[in-house]
């Protein structure tokens, strides 16, 4: 088991490439089940959690192979197994989305029921009434979900007290792709992960209208084929890397980083006073992010292409305000895009700005659906707010539970009072280096961040958690200039 050691005090500085979602990859992965022939994804990031979805797929007959060139090929050879055992998703709770495509495509499937983990209680009940709506069968027998009968088109309202179902909504937009007749999904989820799962089930062929709104239209095909994709690139941890830039108050490009799907994360550091800019790089420019090279030049932003048919979104121009930066960008949700890789604009990027972080503003937040403050940024958001002067209230209205991070943070000297689904956290303080566990993947990087500030040196152990969910965050902190190394446990 390994731990990470971290020695505080760098300012961060440097340029680093985002690597591809691992929350669009998995589901991405699972609708592989759903077509004939291979399928090539580019993007996907070299993961835990990918790993184990590629294992329990392979289990399932599907054969995965990594390319040459990074790229990911996939192809079902074997559809005889409609089995998920519970070895195999209880490592991965994410792999509950395997039911929809099983179901689909086999006629059945028996998947085992994920059970909660360390946020608290994670109910299926919104998967399963997807499931229901398109007809099917479903039981409950020792620990697995059977669905089975045949998939027809139907109508179904997947909102709940906590708002959308990210991977309910997966499970019941795959199963609806192969269903005889249409489907409305209402209030589903609009997580840029469900716009690029959408984008790919289109690019095999599937019918679906209304790609990143709340409101899903599917018609219904008999058969889908491989395609080649990319998947877009991971917005949580683009913030992570930009929380880093901005608590050592270095500058920090992060390339890749889509800032369409950032917004609640970038309205919330201008609140709080950080300075960033917005920018798009030549598609050549950074292309190895050889770190902390001189950064080639700012990009003046071309006109940009409005699609026929998508909405143009267009960033509220703030000028100089808050310090942030604005290239006039506007962005657009055209449905045709197929994949993420640079627009005609060239590759976009977030860079953070040298600045005093003891100048950042304590600033509340509430976690929410897309495209609300998302939960998995919640951990690294109240690591930023333990430099900034006065009293931030961070609110959990996903997992209220979701803060087992605010213990270990307290081991560094962060003073942080829960109230209910509320962390009341009281900036400013000094943070002292000390050893701290991670419980789980966001937690993980909220430690690692904390300790790029406390005093002294922080180690945090079981760091497997992390490793689910960042490729190589350690390396590329390092590469930034942060005092961090990996260690083997003894
Ligand atoms: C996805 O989990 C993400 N995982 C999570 O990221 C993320 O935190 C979560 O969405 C919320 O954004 C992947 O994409 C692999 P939900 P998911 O169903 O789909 C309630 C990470 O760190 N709910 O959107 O499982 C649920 O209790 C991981 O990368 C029901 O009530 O989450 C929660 O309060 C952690 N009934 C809310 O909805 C259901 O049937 C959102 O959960 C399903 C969910």
């Known amino acids: 088991m390994d731990k990470i050691r971290v020695r ?11 690597s591809g979602s691992k929350n669009a990859s998995l589901p991405i992965l699972a609708a592989c089940l ?81 059970g909660g983990c360390v946020f608290g209680h994670r109910p299926i009940d919104l998967h399963l009434k ?31 007290n906590f708002g959308s179902t990210v991977l309910g909504t997966a499970n019941t937009l ?50 889908l084929r491989g395609c080649r994709y990319r998947v877009i690139n991971d917005r949580i941890e683009a913030g992570t890397l930009l929380a880093a830039g901005v608590l050592t108050g270095g500058e920090v490009e ?42 080639p030049g700012l990009v003046e932003a071309r006109p940009p292409r409005v ?4 909405r143009a ?14 290239t006039d960008r506007i962005f657009y949700e055209d449905e045709r895009r197929v994949g993420d890789g640079p627009g005609e604009e060239g590759i976009p990027f977030l860079r953070t700005l040298p600045m005093d972080p003891e100048e950042l503003e304590a600033t509340d937040v509430a976690t929410m659906p897309y495209p ?26 996903i997992y209220p539970e979701r803060f087992i991070h605010v213990s270990e943070l307290a081991r560094l000297g962060a003073r942080i009072r829960r109230e209910g689904p509320c962390a009341i956290v009281q900036g400013g303080r000094e943070l002292c280096g000390a050893t701290v566990m991670a419980s789980d993947l966001r937690a993980s990087a909220a430690l690692i961040l904390a300790g790029l500030v406390a005093r002294g040196t922080t180690a945090i152990r079981r760091v497997y958690h992390l490793d689910r969910g960042y490729e190589s965050l350690d390396r590329k902190l390092a590469a930034l200039g942060a005092d961090i190394v990996r260690l083997k446990e003894v």
């Open 254 to 295: 992060v390339l890749g980083a889509e800032p369409d799907h950032l917004s609640a994360f970038l309205d919330a550091l201008e609140r709080a006073g950080a300075r960033f800019e917005i920018g798009f790089r030549e598609p050549g420019d950074g292309a190895g992010a050889e770190l902390g090279a001189e950064l």
């Open 313 to 326: 979104l267009r960033l509220p121009r703030t000028g100089e305000q808050g310090g942030r930066l604005l």
């Open 372 to 397: 609300g403050f998302p939960t998995d940024l919640q951990a690294q958001f109240m690591a930023l707010m333990l430099v900034a002067k006065g009293v931030s209230v961070i609110t959990e209205k």
């Open 34 to 114: 759903l077509v004939d022939g291979p399928t090539v994804l580019e993007g996907v990031p070299r993961l835990e959690d990918v790993r184990n979805m590629c294992h329990i797929l392979e289990h399932l007959g599907v054969v995965h192979e990594w390319l040459p060139d990074g790229s990911l090929r996939v192809e079902v050879v074997d559809d005889r197994n409609v089995h998920a055992p519970y070895h195999y998703v209880r490592t991965m709770r994410a792999s509950f989305c395997l039911l929809g495509p099983l179901w689909a495509r086999r006629g059945r499937a028996q998947v085992s029921h994920p």
């Open 174 to 223: 795959m199963a609806a792709c192969l269903a005889e007749g249409e489907t409305v999904i209402e209030y589903a989820a609009q997580e840029p992960e469900i716009a690029d799962l959408c984008r790919f089930l289109r690019a095999c062929g599937a019918r679906i209208e209304g790609i990143g709104t709340h409101r899903l239209h599917i018609r219904g095909v008999p058969k």
């Open 8 to 18: 505080g005090g760098a300012r961060l500085s440097g340029q680093v490439r985002v």
């Open 130 to 160: 997807g499931m229901r709506a398109l007809g099917a069968d479903i039981r409950i027998d020792k620990g697995d979900v059977h669905a089975s009968g045949p998939v027809r088109g139907g109508r179904v309202y997947l909102g709940s």
């Open 307 to 310: 699609s026929r048919e998508g």
